[in-house]
């Protein structure tokens, strides 16, 4: 069997690295038109350009004067405002500045030829038609200038943005209504285990719930994937390999559980039957470890690009326990997911935080813990989670990261900074 080979088992970065290797490889499939809001989660299969320059005149970012500079070297120093310009009043109707003049001007609004700075409110006194001027100013101070966001024609947002509420602004400013996505892949979801009951059905003393099917279908969707839900599979080789042909007519393939050491741990050998290739059976991560990420060549489909040259599907074998499934889609599967969807794969970052008690593990696997980050602004602490180890889901769920612990490591104390994994 693959997993009884230790080269295939390799370091958490090694097996993280092959998995990005293999995503740069993968494209997404078809292209949908869909109403702005629509599309928000998507990604962009088309540019998005700026249809006019932006911002299409200098804008104030203040209300205030417009001013010439080059009057208030000295301050304080006297002007005299001589119109007003509010946010949308037309450029035409805006009289250039002649020299000893200031002009009111509201956030917004086009600043008026001949200024070159906005004064601020708070830094003037008026009376009447005049003003004091009381803090010197810097030429651009509180303008933004024409053009120096964007010009007409720039691409403001690249083909494979996933459309968050800032891209759709973005949209929106350059009168996008409705924009050209990539379609969703389709992900198989395909749990394994003779003890395994769907949740509407009442488990006996001696079964579980499917409770993996359920997580990776929303760990799919986060990540912009759709899920497609197979029956529970027997661990039973016919039903197994049956189950498996219907799950790689999908774009990718995650399997749960059976991938361990056990006698009736089939997956692999079904997968072997297809003439998978393994690219490795193992990863030293705990919880995580039997994780198996491969490839089966299959007959073309309608929607491949290449003429006659055989597909392959990705697949993924997940641990079946239910921290181990959820924890090896967050650390494996998602930069195929993204590929497939259109995104660039986005790189996995930690983040650092205080730890607030000692922990004391054991070397050889990188741990990925539940745990609770807390403290506030720049002050993050975080505490494991008491946990009964990877089949304690209501742990997890408690939780809102992960804490990260090299393998070298047996004690990290307390005060300590950690890596660690929002989730
Ligand atoms: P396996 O990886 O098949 O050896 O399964 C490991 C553990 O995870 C066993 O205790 C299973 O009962 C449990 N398990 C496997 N599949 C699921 C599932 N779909 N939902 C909940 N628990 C599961
Ligand atoms: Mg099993």
Known sequence: ?????????????????LVEEHAKRLRPKGRELLALLDASGRVLAEPIHADRDFPPFPRAT???????????????????????????????????????????IMTGAPVPSGADAVLMIEHSSRSQNRIEVKRSIAAGENVVPARAEGRRGDVLLPSGTR???????????VGRSRVV???????????????????????????????????????????????????IAPDEPVRLRELLAEALECDLVLVA?????????????????????????????QPGKPIVFGRVP???????????????????????????????????VKPLVQALAGTHPQPLIFLSAKLTKS????????????????????????????????????????SNCFVVIPPDRERIEAGELVPVLLR
């Open 163 to 173: 459309l968050d509420y800032a891209c759709i602004a973005v949209a929106a400013a």
């Open 1 to 17: 069997m693959p997993s009884a080979d230790p080269s295939l088992v390799l370091t958490f970065e090694d097996a993280r690295h």
């Open 62 to 104: 203040r209300d205030g004067y417009a001013l010439r500079t080059v009057d208030v070297q000295n301050v304080p120093a006297q002007l005299e405002v001589v119109a007003e310009v509010r946010a949308g009043s037309a450029l035409e109707g805006v009289p250039p500045l002649q020299p000893g003049q200031a002009i009111a």
């Open 298 to 332: 299959c007959s073309r489909d309608a929607s491949a690009q290449e003429s006659d040259q055989v597909q392959s599907k990705y697949f993924f074998g997940l641990p079946g326990n239910p921290v181990s499934t959820m924890v090896t889609f967050e650390l494996f």
């Open 359 to 398: 922990i004391q593990t054991k070397t050889g696997l990188k741990r990925f813990l539940p745990a609770q980050l807390s403290g506030e602004f720049e002050n993050a602490t975080v505490e494991l989670i008491a946990w009964q180890g990877s089949g304690d889901i209501a742990s997890v769920a408690r």
């Open 257 to 285: 559980g059976g991938v361990s050491m056990g006698k009736y741990d089939l997956v692999e050998q079904e997968l072997a039957a297809l003439k998978a290739e393994f690219f490795f059976t193992g990863a030293k991560i």
């Open 181 to 231: 996505v990539y379609a969703k892949p389709k992900v198989a979801v395909l749990s394994t285990g003779d003890e395994i009951v769907d949740v509407d059905v009442p488990p006996n003393p001696s079964q579980i719930r499917n409770s993996n099917t359920y997580s990776l279908a929303a760990q799919v969707h986060a990540v912009g994937g759709e899920a497609v839900l197979l029956p």
